[in-house]
């Protein structure tokens, strides 16, 4: 079964940026929609984005505009490219299909730096 490993986290500065990776251990190829999630302290893990296999993206309202998805099949990876930090942003990020398949990797964590 695939296996999914997030990476890229770490502490971003109010209106910094970071780009968050999740590699696949197997081809995404066939999954038509690999989505981004988040959870917050003491809060529920929601979808964020999401991207299909044509490259068709959607977003929550909370990052669109600030958040981009891409996936780069060859390199079974999606990316989360992360703009304009607000202090909501600060959460563990999650990839996996959309909607979830797959078991969950162990996330990446993201924290506002003051």
């Known amino acids: 079964q695939v296996q999914l490993v997030e990476s890229g986290g770490g502490l971003v500065q109010a209106g910094g940026s970071l780009t968050l990776s999740c590699a696949a251990s197997?081809?995404?190829?066939?999954?038509?929609?690999m989505g981004w999630y988040r959870q917050a302290p003491g809060k529920q893990r929601t979808t964020i984005a999401a991207i299909n296999t044509n490259d068709t993206t959607s977003y929550a309202d909370s990052v669109k505009g600030r958040f981009t998805v891409s996936r780069d099949n060859a390199k079974n990876t999606v990316y989360l490219q992360m703009n304009s930090r607000k202090p909501q942003d600060t959460a563990v990020y999650y990839c996996?299909?959309?909607?979830?398949?797959?078991?969950w990797g162990q996330g990446t964590q993201v924290t506002g730096s003051s």
């Open positions: 197997g081809s995404i190829a066939s999954i038509r929609a």
């Open positions: 996996n299909g959309g909607p979830p398949r797959l078991p």
